[in-house]
């Protein structure tokens, strides 16, 4: 299997312009999780789907942030407008099962001027 | 809402020394806590996953145990080596990290 799948690899913008970021789970996986990991804030949880379905979006900082899941194989992160506070790797993890173990992505370096 | 702390922040240790790493979480329903590695510049690495219903987990020279009543879990790392230096960071089902512990291993 090729594991979790996230595109871009590293993103560079200007603040104001919109982002997407992708993310593919592993076949099979019910579950999908967006992370934001920062060196002041540590990893954070901004949302997670179950069966393509956002069962809590508690972590999404502002509106300006909105995720989807239109199907069981791929999801986004969308951040409109970005600002230059929202520079961090976004992590897209996904998992299934009874242990409900969860696989990363190799994230998103996102940086905004 | 759960809340996970880990001790040591950092930790500098000899090749070869025997070594604990520690998580503590705060609701003692926790479904399963999960122990990974990150190295710099790098995803994380699944290490071990242990589910309420068991004690601990091994693979290799790594232990975890889990302890809910006491709310805490160890990741045991047994003849440490240079390519274990690593960032471990702890989670519980939920998606709630620890901010990991830094561990360096000298050669």
């Known amino acids: 299997d090729a594991g979790v799948i996230q595109s871009p690899r590293h993103e560079v913008t200007e603040m104001g312009q919109e982002v997407t970021l992708r993310c593919k789970p592993i076949s099979g996986h019910n579950s999908l999780f967006w992370y934001r990991q920062t060196m002041m804030r540590g990893l954070e949880l901004l949302i997670y789907f179950n069966n393509n379905v956002p069962i809590d979006d508690s972590g999404m900082p502002e509106d300006r942030f909105s995720a989807k899941m239109p199907n069981a194989s791929f999801s986004t992160l969308k951040i409109q407008p970005s600002e230059p506070r929202d520079s961090a790797v976004y992590f897209c993890?996904?998992?299934?099962?009874?242990?409900?173990?969860?696989?990363f992505g190799p994230g998103t370096r996102l940086t905004v001027t | 809402k759960q809340e996970v702390t880990q001790i040591p922040a950092a930790l500098s240790v000899p090749e070869g020394e025997n070594l604990v790493l520690n998580c503590s979480f705060t609701d003692s329903a926790i479904y399963n806590l999960q122990w990974f590695r990150q190295d710099p510049g790098k995803g994380l690495t699944s290490l071990l996953l242990i589910q309420s219903s068991q004690r601990e987990q091994t693979s290799g020279r790594l232990n975890a145990s889990l302890d809910k009543s006491s709310g805490r879990s160890t990741l045991y790392i047994a003849a440490s080596q240079p390519g274990d230096s690593a960032t471990y960071l702890c989670?519980?089902?939920?998606?709630?990290f620890g901010a990991g512990t830094i561990l360096r291993v000298k050669s």
């Open positions: 989670a519980s089902f939920e998606g709630v």
């Open positions: 993890a996904s998992a299934t099962g009874e242990a409900y173990e969860q696989y």
